[in-house]
């Protein structure tokens, strides 16, 4: 089988650059994590924060750092570096090789989606804190094995909250099974949701928004590892 | 205008797992720093080497260090713990938004290939050793502007020597002109190569091969940068 994981991200309308920050890295043991922070405010502040938060958390994992424990460290040192005055969000989306498993480890009160190989949709909505503001902050776990089918979409608040200036927000689980229905690739799925969202913002994002959707393939008998990075300049 | 940067990447037939090793990080002044890492020998061995090479320069980057610090850090880290007896090539390709600059660093005796927006082609061949043996190695540095029209070409010596068991190696400059003014992106260019060398091998590569293209296109308009990532699991 093959996973795909593919990103979508726009920076809020005029602000320079995008307070989001998405990190990938290999995992010792096998396979990949993906860390995606959203920093608190916008712009260079943010930036700021979410590349400190990204930083501590893809060095851990880069270590062999199980991800529940990247988590807790970066909210530590977030926490011990800004006096508990500032908070992100975190998630870590992890294909670990070494358990056959993906694991999604949540610091975020965005709920993440997950359509199952049965075309069912489940809400990722177990409770947790940003890391940064209150003390011993944990993430939520979600763990379940890698099988052909699997689609989970992860996303920072940009895009629950696209439209909402105007009362008009995406049902984000409706459409993201739809587009999985539809047969739609991560790739497409990630545009799809992000040119949605843009639209709803007329094309003014009033913040950052980042879509992070990876896909579990049935694909077989090639070994070739493909990334591909587009990154415009202004 | 708009960065492309396309990595594929295969591992040793047979050998469970490449001993090459890519990682991207985020600068944090602005745009983002590509380290291919290729480890002595192949398979697990080569892989540990390899990762904690990159690691090195990653967190090195991701903490604002200029690429030739960050190679040299990297070097004096293998050195140190492995007491100067195993090398690694190390790559680090940079679009360096503060400076407007690509800037690629090289501790590879294998060549990169640049093609200017006139089509005329490149050989960097300023020479370099491998990060690991030697005392006080440091990198081969070029830095060009960011133009649309540029493209580089970096690997690791498993795309080179393709088919060298037979007595017929690709010409890669060659390939790879013909191909940029066959108008081909960079991802078209980095599975064009890596196919052409897999053909070479049969299909069973007797190296590690990893292929990095980067792209600097005249595209304008949109604000959405994009990654996508496929990983085959066995």
């Not at 070739?224 to 300049?233: D, E, K, T």
Request: proline share 5%; net charge negative.
């Amino acid at each position: 089988m093959e996973v795909e994981v593919a990103v979508a991200k726009v920076g809020k309308w005029a602000a320079g650059e995008s307070g989001d920050t998405l990190e990938m890295i290999e995992r010792p043991r096998g396979g990949l994590s993906l860390v995606l922070v959203d920093g608190q405010r916008s712009g260079r502040a943010a930036k700021a924060i979410s590349n400190l938060v990204a930083r501590k958390a893809i060095a851990e994992l880069a270590e062999g750092v199980r991800d529940g424990a990247a988590a807790r460290a970066a909210h530590d040192y977030l926490h011990a570096y800004k006096g508990g005055k500032v908070s992100a969000t975190l998630n870590i989306v992890s294909v670990d090789l070494a358990t056959g498993t993906l694991v999604l480890s949540s610091n975020n009160p965005c709920p993440a989606i997950l359509v199952h190989a049965d075309g069912a949709v489940q809400v990722l909505d177990q409770p947790s804190q940003p890391v940064g503001i209150y003390q011993r902050t944990k993430p939520a776990i979600a763990e379940l094995p890698l099988q052909p089918g699997l689609t989970l979409v992860v996303y920072t608040d940009g895009l629950a909250f696209a439209g909402e200036n105007r009362g008009e927000t995406l049902d984000l689980p409706a459409e993201v099974q739809q587009r999985v229905a539809a047969g739609h690739s991560a790739g497409q799925l990630a545009d799809g949701l992000l040119e949605r969202a843009l639209a709803l913002e007329s094309g003014r994002p009033r913040d950052d928004i980042s879509v992070l959707v990876l896909q579990v393939r049935p694909e077989e008998g090639h070994q070739v590892r493909r990334m591909l990075v587009q990154l415009p300049i202004s």
